[in-house]
């Protein structure tokens, strides 16, 4: 790979070329520093010239991959039985908490990336973003793959050891996908960032029906959930090698910027934990109904969607509008703050009002969760997307140990609170997703106003 010398901005020299016709050349201005986080749509990228096409873009790619995730768990369940369901849930689950781990390594190549439209890449000095995944991902799978020796069988069940190969190869594949959709996101190539999920979510829907038709077993399917993250990294990653190739290298070094992952990952184990593993630690903590857990998991996962799911992929996208433009940063998070402000009551009313019908239509009456709950459910989901929003504008401002403690506070509070607060589940876990978030976002926000 041929690292580029100067940080050359095509849009900005087509832009230069064209004012500067039939000029002295000695009167053409130099483009002003930070112009590249404001260049002019080009045809290497074109993300820049529609913005709301690019949104939209990676909200259809969003709503394909959770919808085809969802007819994944659906179909699995009734073919493989209530046994054999219990073994793939936890793998599915360890799986997707361990790509929710790596999720800060796309979040720092994305601040990263995006920073060099405003500084650029000086002289020779800086890392290669493919090289550092590569090597992380080695680790990843090598760290893995031996510590399974002392897991796989507690965790999957005797005879079910083997799943932990497919489980190395997903997730050590995942930090090269982080890295790629870090890239992508960054650079502004939108198209490529929606490809990823669009493309690894109806595979893994293909692949284990395939699977699942053929009378597969169980490491068969193992690996059907697995292998979409190595085939989408490399389809997408060689129909995007242009820009891959022209945005690899970022201005830190490669321990500042595995210094910077490092804490980025953090921040993401904490996220992991209030999101995916949050039914892991209400059932440790507040496990003394296990049906009523049941119905409130449940719930809170519905509840969670609307808000959450979008927020997070375009989490990509804010930390690249802040970083790029950081003299409009705080206007944008002040916007997107009062738009969920906006929209988490409205939410909550229309889930306070027809949420129990809706459960017990879809799952029965085991299932029933009361309107007043899935209404302070939403709300607690309202605060969550706070601290994303806060969060990735501290991030972008490079404030990383910021943005790291921010989400721990928000995490280990949000636990504390689900076990030391008396009353039912439900409640518990409302009062502990508002008031972990709330502080953590409180945190982003204070060092937000002093950047």
């Not at 080009?42 to 939209?56: G, H, K, M, V």
């Not at 893994?204 to 989408?232: E, N, Y």
């Not at 519905?302 to 690249?320: G, Y």
Request: aromatic share 8%; glycine share 10%.
């Amino acid at each position: 790979m041929e690292r580029p010398t100067t940080p050359i901005q095509p849009g900005i020299i087509a832009e230069s070329v064209e004012e500067g016709r039939g000029r002295d050349p000695a009167s053409i201005n130099p483009p002003e520093k930070g112009s590249a986080a404001r260049m002019v749509a080009t045809e290497d990228n074109p993300a820049r010239q529609r913005p709301r096409r690019s949104i939209l873009l990676v909200l259809i790619a969003t709503a394909v991959s959770g919808a085809s995730g969802f007819i994944t768990l659906l179909i699995v369940a009734p073919a493989v039985g209530p046994v054999g369901y219990a073994s793939f849930s936890v793998y599915w689950a360890a799986l997707f908490m361990v790509v929710g781990v790596l999720f800060g390594v796309q979040q720092e190549t994305t601040r990263a990336v995006s920073d060099i439209g405003k500084h650029g890449l000086v002289g020779r000095r800086g890392s290669s973003v493919p090289r550092f995944a590569a090597a992380l991902g080695g680790c990843v799978l090598l760290l893995v793959s031996l510590s399974s020796l002392l897991w796989a069988e507690p965790l999957f069940g005797a005879g079910n050891t083997l799943w932990a190969l497919p489980l190395a190869i997903g997730v050590a594949s995942y930090v090269g996908v982080a890295a790629l959709n870090g890239i992508l996101a960054g650079s502004g190539h939108w198209g490529g960032f929606a490809a990823i999920p669009f493309i690894d979510g109806l595979l893994r829907l293909v692949l284990v029906a395939v699977a699942l038709w053929a009378g597969a077993d169980g490491t068969v399917i193992a690996w059907a959930v697995a292998l979409p993250f190595p085939i989408s990294l490399v389809l997408v990653g060689w129909a995007r090698w242009s820009a891959v190739r022209s945005h690899a290298f970022v201005r830190e070094s490669y321990r500042a910027f595995a210094a910077n992952a490092s804490r980025t990952i953090v921040a993401s184990t904490s996220n992991a934990v209030l999101v995916t593993g949050f039914p892991l630690v209400l059932s440790i903590v507040a496990s003394d109904d296990r049906a009523a857990l049941g119905a409130v998991v449940l719930a809170l996962t519905l509840a969670r969607a609307p808000i959450l799911v979008p927020l997070t992929v375009l989490q990509s996208m804010l930390i690249a509008r802040f970083s790029a433009s950081p003299e409009t940063a705080r206007k944008l998070m002040y916007a997107v703050v009062l738009g969920l402000a906006v929209i988490t009551p409205v939410l909550g009313l229309i889930a306070g009002l027809w949420g129990e019908g809706v459960l017990i239509w879809l799952f029965g009456d085991g299932f029933a969760v009361q309107g007043l709950l899935l209404t302070w459910l939403v709300v607690a989901s309202g605060c969550l997307g706070l601290l994303t929003v806060t969060g990735a504008r501290v991030l972008a401002a490079g404030r990383h140990t910021v943005f790291a403690t921010g989400w721990v506070i928000a995490c280990l509070l949000a636990i504390a609170t689900v076990a030391l607060t008396p009353g039912d589940v439900g409640a518990r876990t409302v009062i502990g997703l508002i008031a972990g978030p709330l502080v953590g976002a409180a945190w982003h926000f204070l060092f937000a106003r002093r950047r």
